[in-house]
């Protein structure tokens, strides 16, 4: 063997440390990159989120670092498949073409390959638990509105998540940062939704999740709560992006 292989192999076998060295949270991290190339609308919502649950976390003193890594890569099994996904797209919706219980079908999977993405990387289990939930048993709302068109018969659990709910602080702030996030990019940037107050916009998200029993599994003090609720009140406006605007979204403007 040359010198020069000799001084090849050993660059390699540096990079490889390095690469190992790197902390998940860094950008220069390869699946990081990874994430940011193949879904860059879906990372982007990833970076807004990890925002997001940070202030949440520093107004309850709870360590954001689990917390932080979890909202960085809970969409990333979206890079299988980024175009199945609005925040990726350019201007054709694939989901047009599609019946919706095809579509249903495509964009929830991208859960389960998360969790084995993260597991593939070695992520802590925890991360993986928190992330895994983010969507607990919530309804595609998109596709059942579609589907119902078709069949006005068609039952809501049929365009369910199956995962697990919320069973955890970590995993209730991350749906509901989730569900923030997402759902601001439509009524502050897409629809210029200036007249919406925050604290009822936040308030109303919550009660939604609520009602619809994704938080049933989770023990939060009531002063906790108002303390998570106070934060995303106050970070909402800096936190937009791009979402379908569904049927039934014009309620959560509205007191109750």
Avoid at 3 to 32: G, H, R
Avoid at 194 to 218: C, E, K, M, R, S
């Amino acid at each position: 063997m040359s010198e020069i292989e000799k001084l090849d192999i050993q660059e390699e076998k540096l990079e490889e440390k390095d690469t190992k060295a790197l902390s998940p949270m860094d950008s220069s991290f390869p699946l990081l990159k990874e994430f940011r190339e193949k879904a860059p609308g879906s990372h982007k919502h990833a970076q807004s989120l990890v925002g997001m649950v940070e202030n949440v976390c520093a107004a309850i003193d709870m360590d954001s670092e689990m917390l932080k890594m979890a909202a960085m890569y809970h969409d990333v099994g979206k890079m299988w498949a980024p175009e199945l996904f609005t925040e990726n797209q350019a201007k054709d919706n694939i989901h047009d073409g599609l019946d919706p219980w095809v579509s249903y079908q495509l964009i929830t999977r991208h859960v389960s390959d998360t969790v084995a993405i993260l597991f593939a990387n070695d992520f802590p289990k925890e991360v993986i638990r928190i992330a895994s939930q983010h969507h607990g048993k919530c309804l595609m709302k998109s596709m059942f509105e579609k589907a119902k068109e078709q069949n006005k018969d068609v039952l809501e659990e049929m365009f369910r998540y199956r995962t697990d709910r919320p069973d955890s602080i970590e995993s209730l702030i991350l749906m509901l940062c989730d569900q923030v996030e997402a759902t601001s990019r439509s009524y502050y940037r897409e629809q210029g939704r200036d007249d919406v107050d925050p604290a009822v916009f936040i308030i109303n998200i919550y009660n939604t999740l609520h009602t619809d029993g994704q938080f049933d599994d989770v023990q939060v003090l009531l002063g906790r709560l108002k303390k998570i609720q106070s934060a995303l009140i106050s970070d909402v406006a800096s936190n937009f992006q791009k979402r379908v605007k569904y049927d039934g979204d014009d309620g959560l403007a509205e007191k109750k």
